[in-house]
């Protein structure tokens, strides 16, 4: 939440803002002033939440102020305003509470009583917003015809349809204020991806969710030079209307702030975070298209510097996308990984892909060209199997025929998480079938052929299989590695032999040793004694 302190001393005004610890109370103060005239020029650029006023100042008092406040219709009505007063007038709090003040203190009050004031007022104004949204949701606006028909104007107008005398001559029969000369500066804002850990909502409530944040952002943003629809791929578009003898960088900041005010609430109401692309400057009402597409370009740019962001457009340099480029072995490693069904594994050469591929994108091009290059290897690595793509990713499919879906980091990184463990459990439920019968064999083998040398190569060459996958199924199936285990069943056969009165010379060769002396060594390490002793 944002506050505004409105006080004429300047002792009062500094310790106001810096003794009492707002930051943890997830409270910014956004700007100071010392009378109402200072505090009007404020408010329309910094959008408080919340106003601290003191009633006696110079130029304008606070009482003034109030009447000003709530007569003004671009200041939101959800504002919540706190008097401070030096005196214990009847009068004066009459005055404030017809103005709707949230609480009247008396000075000097202290400063845990301002803070709880402020946190009253905070908690007041969560509760207006959410009964807002209660009521904003079980409102039918789609039944409204009007404002239907000015959403397809606006569509029409963005898709670049309209000539000039069009624009004009349908903006007043739809009721739009627009005049010959005005100019205009577009914005789009879009929630971003639901995270992964959010229960409340499913893909399936997008919709209704960005239909929320519009009905939040025309509460918020009342003012009738700013006109809030959608476009045809569901995107919030806020378009303001800047008149003719009005400053183009004033009216910049002030589309910017607006923007930025609607991301804020959207958080405090709907605890999810969106994003927005604003277009470069002003333009004329026929470069609408040019500017929407440069709103909706910036928007895309958050694939790359991240989400709950108010992106301008920029014009980029022209220069080639650069291709997808990789060390071969991060690649290989993700392959056998996902080969031998080991997800650790192939998640680390994924991170390790992702930092090559995708942290040195610099547009929205080229990350979604490095998303082609790690879908395309995916799509191969299930082909090889036989399987189909839309059988091992499942509803992940649509992020596969269409890249630009993909809208953050964090959901394409996720995404290629998903796929990693898709891919493991395919190959981990094929292996199962097999995986039992395969370490039968090798023990069968150990069993019959003990007199002879085994290694892991020799019994993969004579089984067909491949080592490193070999190694891991055994390890995995046995809960020892393969070494291990032909050395435990050589002890132990060679100790019983020589129980049964072998000599140490016959025991070590029917176990597979043909250096006597290495034998002892062995059997010396494995049991703590040697073979003679043993047998002795």
Not at 45 to 72: A, C, F, W
Not at 106 to 134: M, N, S, T, Y
Request: hydrophobic share 40%; net charge negative.
């Amino acid at each position: 939440m944002n506050l505004m302190i409105v006080e004429d001393e300047p002792r009062l005004r500094n310790a106001l803002a810096h003794n009492i610890p707002w930051d943890k109370h997830g409270i910014e103060v956004v700007g100071m002033a010392s009378n109402g005239v200072e505090a009007l020029e404020l408010v329309s650029r910094k959008k408080p939440d919340i106003m601290l006023i003191d009633v006696q100042m110079p130029e304008m008092d606070g009482l003034t102020l109030l009447g000003e406040l709530r007569s003004r219709q671009e200041i939101s009505k959800l504002m919540k305003m706190i008097i401070l007063s030096g005196h214990d007038n009847f009068e004066f709090a009459q005055i404030a509470l017809e103005y709707g003040v949230s609480k009247y203190l008396l000075k000097p009050a202290g400063e845990e009583e301002i803070l709880e004031a402020v946190l009253e007022a905070r908690q007041q104004l969560r509760g207006d917003l959410e009964q807002w949204q209660r009521k904003a949701a079980l409102e039918q606006k789609w039944k409204d015809n009007l404002p239907h028909l000015q959403n397809l104007f606006f569509i029409q107008w963005i898709s670049g349809k309209y000539t000039r005398q069009d624009i004009l001559s349908k903006s007043r029969e739809l009721y739009i204020p627009l005049k010959e000369h005005d100019r205009i500066a577009v914005a789009v804002v879009d929630l971003d991806p639901l995270p992964e850990h959010e229960t409340r909502f499913q893909r399936g409530d997008v919709e209704l969710l960005q239909f929320t944040m519009q009905c939040l952002a025309k509460e918020l943003l009342p003012h009738p030079s700013r006109w809030i629809t959608s476009d045809s791929g569901n995107l919030l578009l806020l378009v303001l209307i800047v008149e003719e003898d009005q400053d183009a960088k004033e009216a910049m900041l002030r589309l910017n702030a607006d923007v930025s005010k609607l991301l804020s609430q959207t958080r405090e109401v709907l605890k999810l975070t969106a994003s927005a692309g604003i277009c470069a400057s002003i333009g004329t009402i026929e470069e609408m298209s040019l500017l929407y597409v440069q709103a909706c370009r910036a928007l895309q740019e958050r694939v790359v510097y991240g989400h709950d962001l108010a992106i301008p457009y920029r014009e980029q340099l022209r220069r080639d996308i650069q291709g997808v480029i990789v060390q071969q072995n991060l690649e290989k490693a993700l392959e056998i990984a996902l080969e031998t069904a080991d997800e650790s594994k192939a998640l680390e050469a994924l991170k390790g892909l992702w930092e090559e591929a995708f942290t040195r994108s610099e547009s929205s091009d080229e990350f979604h060209e490095a998303v082609l290059y790690m879908n395309s290897f995916f799509t191969r690595m299930i082909q090889k199997q036989g399987w189909t793509v839309k059988r091992v990713v499942g509803e992940d499919i649509d992020y596969f025929q269409n890249v630009k879906l993909l809208s953050t980091k964090m959901q394409t990184f996720s995404l290629l998480e998903r796929t990693v463990k898709h891919i493991v459990a395919f190959m981990s439920e094929q292996r199962k079938t097999t995986s039992n019968q395969v370490v039968k064999d090798i023990l069968n083998l150990l069993e019959e052929e003990m007199d002879q040398e085994i290694t892991l190569h020799t019994v993969a060459d004579r089984l067909y299989v491949n080592s490193s996958y070999l190694s891991r199924l055994f390890k995995q199936e046995m809960g020892v590695v393969f070494s291990t285990y032909v050395l435990e069943r050589k002890m132990e056969r060679a100790k019983s032999l020589l129980q049964d009165g072998f000599k140490v010379y016959d025991a070590a060769r029917l176990v597979g040793y043909r250096d006597v002396s290495y034998f002892t060594k062995v059997f010396r390490k494995y049991w703590g004694v040697n073979p003679g002793e043993f047998k002795g």
